[in-house]
């Protein structure tokens, strides 16, 4: 792999986003490791909340591409109520093992308070089931609205931590394939999403 491609999914829709902002630091690590990054911005796409009776519209069909073509992922979100944003459940929703398997992802939150660590579990957990390989190593960006100013994020240890967030995603880009995990082999979900196309029958409560 000359230059692995990294993509960051900002799981917020706010025009000042901290989330974005963070992402777009890690894209910094991203390239001076060598590889190239790319900011999907969620705003710029029409996702509809998943039914899978729909057929996937065009805008679905270009951000699934998007990710799947991705040689590493970067998951950026703020926390909700104790877990991460629905709009990027919603796009992960969209998406499936033909999307994340065996796929390096790393993780990055942002919140108004404390550490975010429930979200990044939660995102954690979400990788797994898609049997992801997530980078041990996560960032966390607390007490958001004062951690900026208008050169980036002012703590120089929250800046090392979002950099090497995005180094460690070109590292390991091209680690070698674990085998499927517990969670990837019970989630009928993401089944069901990837034998849509095939109309395969798939048990589900829905």
């Known amino acids: 792999m000359e230059r692995p491609h990294v993509i960051a999914i900002a799981g917020s829709l706010r025009d000042r986003s901290h989330t974005r902002r963070a992402l777009?630091?890690?894209?910094?690590?991203?390239?001076?490791?060598?590889?190239?990054?790319?900011?999907?911005?969620?705003?710029?796409?029409?996702?509809?909340a998943l039914n899978p009776d729909d057929d996937p519209t065009e805008d679905v069909e270009a951000f699934t591409d998007a990710v799947r073509e991705a040689?590493?992922?970067?998951?950026?979100?703020p926390m909700y109520h104790g877990s991460y944003s629905?709009?990027?459940k919603n796009a992960l929703d969209h998406c499936g093992f033909d999307e994340f398997e065996n796929k390096t992802v790393g993780l990055l939150a942002?919140?108004?308070?404390?550490?975010?660590?429930?979200?990044?579990?939660?995102?954690?957990?979400?990788?797994?089931?898609?049997?992801?390989w997530v980078l041990p190593?996560?960032?966390a960006v607390p007490r958001a609205h004062?951690?900026?100013?208008?050169?980036?994020?002012?703590?120089?240890?929250?800046?090392?931590?979002?950099?090497?967030?995005?180094?460690?995603?070109?590292?390991?880009?091209?680690i070698e394939p674990e085998p499927a995990c517990f969670e990837s082999t019970q989630n009928v979900?993401?089944?069901?999403?990837?034998?849509?196309?095939?109309?395969?029958?798939?048990?589900?409560d829905d």
């Open 110 to 132: 942002v919140s108004g308070g404390a550490f975010p660590i429930t979200a990044l579990e939660h995102l954690r957990t979400v990788c797994r089931a898609l049997n992801a």
């Open 146 to 174: 004062s951690a900026f100013d208008d050169e980036g994020l002012k703590d120089e240890g929250n800046r090392e931590r979002v950099l090497t967030l995005g180094k460690r995603a070109v590292r390991y880009a091209n």
């Open 189 to 204: 979900g993401a089944r069901a999403h990837a034998d849509a196309d095939a109309d395969v029958d798939v048990d589900a």
């Open 71 to 77: 040689d590493a992922i970067l998951l950026g979100t």
């Open 137 to 139: 190593h996560q960032a």
């Open 24 to 48: 777009e630091e890690a894209l910094v690590g991203v390239e001076e490791a060598g590889g190239s990054g790319e900011l999907l911005d969620l705003r710029e796409y029409e996702l509809p």
């Open 86 to 88: 629905g709009v990027l």
